[in-house]
């Protein structure tokens, strides 16, 4: 059958007629139908071949704008990296800074020294100590991917560090806050500026009896009428006459830590006022058991009298006696 099917395609003819113009002869082809299979397939493939040939183009030309597009947005990509880069490393460098300050700051806050371990802030990540870590931290990677996931990571680290950076300075300040609150409450001033110490704190002959007594304070003698300022900040205890110590003021800075001025010619505070370090809350006088114009200056722990002179800054005593 198949030899049969061969012999037509050979021997079998198609009669082409043509019909030229007017006044001429028709004209008439015998073509083998193998001739016409063969034309026709070699029509359809050359169709086939131009069109993948075409698609292939096509596709080659799209592939190649959207290498082109990924080149272009590469190099955007590798410029912001370059300059991301930078930031970071001046940010590692204030961020140092901060680090050295920090240290210093804890110190004068009497506050441990962070734990090594505990500045990785459990990422594993290395400590940041200066801008050549960060250089180190983004040596180029291979590949932009894996650059940029190192750079993600170094950020996340700088950040880390910064908000414990945070959280160690609120510590010092709060910290630091309490102790200017404790020093601002503790008396440190003489209490009157023109004047002279007379008498100090200890034993001596009482100048009504003639003899001898503890005397539990600083006696300051002034002009009657200089100003008397409260030697820290705190409250009112009292403000009154007072037995053998008659206009007298006593405040409380806290901390069972009292002040008591005595003799005054006049006061200018009440009972529960709040006073600050500075502050007038009374004049010199001689009110009370006293024989010339002078204050009588106490300050007091659990109740206990201790030397004024222990709580009085020495240039401010070497200025004012």
């Given amino acids: 059958m198949a030899a049969k099917w061969l012999d037509t395609f050979i021997?079998?003819?198609?009669?082409?007629?043509?019909?030229?113009?007017?006044?001429?002869?028709?004209?008439?082809?015998?073509?083998?139908?193998?001739?016409?299979?063969?034309?026709?397939?070699?029509?359809f493939v050359t169709l086939f071949t131009s069109g993948s040939a075409v698609m292939r183009a096509g596709e080659l030309s799209r592939q190649k704008e959207e290498v082109a597009r990924l080149n272009r947005e590469n190099t955007h990509l590798q410029g912001e990296l370059t300059m991301v880069r930078g930031r970071m490393e001046e940010a590692?460098?204030?961020?140092?800074?901060?680090?050295?300050?920090?240290?210093?700051?804890r110190i004068v806050a009497d506050l441990e020294e962070i734990d090594p371990d505990t500045r990785e802030v459990g990422i594993g990540g290395p400590v940041i100590s200066g801008?050549?870590?960060?250089?180190?931290?983004?040596?180029?990677?291979?590949?932009?991917?894996?650059?940029?996931?190192?750079?993600?990571?170094?950020?996340?680290?700088?950040?880390?560090?910064?908000?414990?950076?945070?959280?160690?300075?609120?510590?010092?300040?709060?910290?630091?806050s309490e102790k200017k609150d404790q020093l601002a409450r503790t008396p440190s001033i003489l209490p009157v500026e023109n004047s002279w110490i007379t008498d100090r704190f200890g034993y001596r002959k009482d100048p009504?009896?003639?003899?001898?007594?503890?005397?539990?304070?600083?006696?300051?003698?002034?002009?009657?009428?200089e100003p008397i300022v409260a030697t820290a900040?705190?409250?009112?205890?009292?403000?009154?006459?007072?037995?053998?110590?008659?206009?007298?003021?006593?405040?409380?800075?806290?901390?069972?830590?009292?002040?008591?001025?005595?003799?005054?010619?006049?006061?200018?505070?009440?009972?529960?006022?709040?006073?600050?370090?500075g502050q007038v809350i009374a004049t010199v006088g001689m009110s009370g058991r006293a024989t010339a114009p002078h204050l009588h200056y106490e300050v007091r722990i659990d109740d206990r009298c201790v030397n004024p002179l222990d709580y009085i800054l020495t240039a401010d005593l070497h200025r004012r006696s």
């Fill in 11 to 43: 021997t079998d003819r198609i009669t082409i007629m043509v019909v030229p113009r007017a006044n001429r002869g028709i004209r008439s082809y015998r073509i083998p139908v193998g001739v016409i299979y063969g034309v026709f397939l070699v029509f």
């Fill in 92 to 105: 590692a460098t204030s961020l140092a800074k901060l680090l050295r300050f920090e240290e210093e700051i």
């Fill in 233 to 277: 900040d705190g409250v009112v205890k009292s403000a009154g006459r007072k037995g053998n110590f008659g206009l007298e003021v006593e405040i409380d800075h806290g901390d069972g830590m009292m002040t008591r001025y005595g003799h005054a010619n006049q006061l200018f505070v009440k009972r529960g006022q709040k006073v600050v370090r």
């Fill in 208 to 225: 009504f009896t003639g003899k001898r007594r503890m005397h539990y304070g600083l006696d300051i003698s002034a002009r009657r009428g």
């Fill in 131 to 176: 801008p050549a870590d960060v250089i180190e931290w983004n040596r180029p990677a291979e590949g932009t991917f894996r650059e940029l996931e190192d750079t993600r990571k170094d950020v996340e680290t700088l950040a880390r560090q910064a908000r414990l950076l945070d959280e160690s300075f609120h510590d010092v300040y709060r910290v630091l």
